[in-house]
């Protein structure tokens, strides 16, 4: 069972889209994908609610807004891939999340300004807390993957990528090179109940499967 988690504590950096789109992209390749919300807002749950009245059955969605995330998530070993898309605050459901995400991959979409960089800080202390507590008993060392989500320009600016290297002095993770850009089709393909793959955006594919393959080449075990 493949763990896929998507925390940021910032609100509106993209969680909830990259997480129903990463639960198409492995339903896509024949998996058995639960989509778990752990966000009382229920974006995600809505969305897999929406996609099976359009017919696609595909997911699994249920809303866990509890502490349980991490002692739960045996109970759904028999789904091939599991998708947790994490409410935008410090909670005990948060953490247990994290817990979950360290026997996966944890996934930090941040929006491209120096601003939402050193946000970062507040998402990056709390897994690191998390983290080293685990590493002390598994000793697997995972990272988090940062990702840019909603960029505009191909040119990072100077001041995101000096809050970046600054962050990362004091943190360990890992920042993806894949980008994924502000584009339309990511508001309108979640109206229609579908991930950006299954629309018709050649460059909005693109840069997605380039972001599920740079995920998928990550390996910490
Ligand atoms: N790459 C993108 N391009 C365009 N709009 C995006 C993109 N990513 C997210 N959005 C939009 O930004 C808003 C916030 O995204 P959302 O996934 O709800 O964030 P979060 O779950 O972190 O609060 C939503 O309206 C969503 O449609
Ligand atoms: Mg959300």
């Known amino acids: 069972m493949e763990v896929l988690v998507i925390a940021n504590i910032k609100g509106g950096v993209g969680k909830s889209t990259l997480a129903v789109n990463l639960a198409v992209a492995k339903a896509l390749e024949g998996k058995k994908v639960l989509l778990i919300d752990t966000d009382l807002q229920a974006n995600a749950l809505g969305f897999v609610e929406l996609r099976r009245q359009n017919g696609k059955k595909d997911i699994t969605g249920v809303l866990i807004p509890k502490p349980v995330i991490h002692k739960q998530i045996e109970d759904f070993s028999d789904f091939d891939a599991v998708i947790i898309d994490v409410g935008a605050k410090d909670t005990q459901t948060f953490r247990s999340s994290i817990v979950a995400s360290y026997f996966g991959k944890l996934i930090v979409p941040v929006l491209p300004s120096p601003y939402d960089v050193?946000?970062?800080?507040?998402?990056?202390?709390?897994?690191?807390?998390?983290?080293?507590?685990?590493?002390?008993?598994?000793n697997l060392n995972p990272k988090p993957l940062v990702v840019l989500n909603q960029v505009i320009r191909s040119t990072i600016s100077?001041?995101?990528?000096?809050?970046?290297?600054?962050?990362?002095?004091?943190?360990?993770?890992?920042?993806?090179?894949?980008?994924?850009?502000?584009?339309?089709?990511?508001?309108?393909?979640?109206?229609e109940g579908k991930g950006v793959l299954e629309m018709h955006d050649p460059k909005a594919i693109e840069e997605f499967t380039n972001f599920v393959n740079e995920i998928n080449s990550i390996d910490f075990s």
């Open 118 to 138: 050193w946000t970062l800080e507040d998402t990056l202390k709390v897994v690191k807390e998390i983290y080293e507590q685990l590493d002390m008993v598994h």
């Open 158 to 191: 100077d001041d995101t990528l000096q809050a970046f290297s600054d962050l990362q002095k004091e943190f360990q993770f890992i920042s993806l090179n894949s980008k994924l850009f502000q584009r339309v089709v990511y508001r309108k393909s979640l109206s």
